[in-house]
Nanobody, 124 residues
Framework: QVQLVESGGGLVQAGGSLRLSCAAS????????MAWFRQAPGKEREFVAA????????DYAESVKGRFTISRDNVKNTVLLQMNSLKPEDTAVYYC?????????????????WGQGTQVTVSS
């Protein structure tokens, strides 16, 4: 079992940067593929980025490619999301998630474990 706790959200101006962190508990962290999703008010939860269990393979939503970077540290049991060139449309609650399937990584219904979320607000 994996427990996830996100941090690092906040208020930033457009064009600024934030780094989100997800701390995982449980000795099987390295067995899970990790992802970030986000949900804006009135919208469905959407895929942002994922990395496989080693961090060697990554995937990004088209809307964040070139601006966001996902990484993980299997010794510290953490997953990071570096967000640069932020836009007002990036405003959402960001969630960290863990799953054993890489094939279905963009589907939030497939994920076994979720954090509580951290709010990111980008002002124009």
């Amino acid at each position: 079992q994996v427990q996830l706790v996100e941090s690092g959200g906040g208020l930033v101006q457009a064009g600024g940067s934030l780094r989100l962190s997800c701390a995982a508990s449980g000795r099987t962290f390295s067995a899970y593929h990790m992802a970030w999703f986000r949900q804006a008010p009135g919208k469905e939860r959407e895929f942002v980025a994922a990395c496989n269990w080693r961090g060697a393979d990554t995937d990004y939503a088209e809307s964040v490619k070139g601006r966001f970077t996902i990484s993980r540290d299997n010794v510290k049991n953490t997953v990071l999301l570096q967000m640069n060139s932020l836009k007002p449309e990036d405003t959402a609650v960001y969630y960290c998630a863990a799953d054993r399937s890489w094939v279905r990584r963009v589907n939030p219904d497939e994920y076994d474990y979720w954090g509580q979320g951290t709010q990111v607000t980008v002002s124009s």
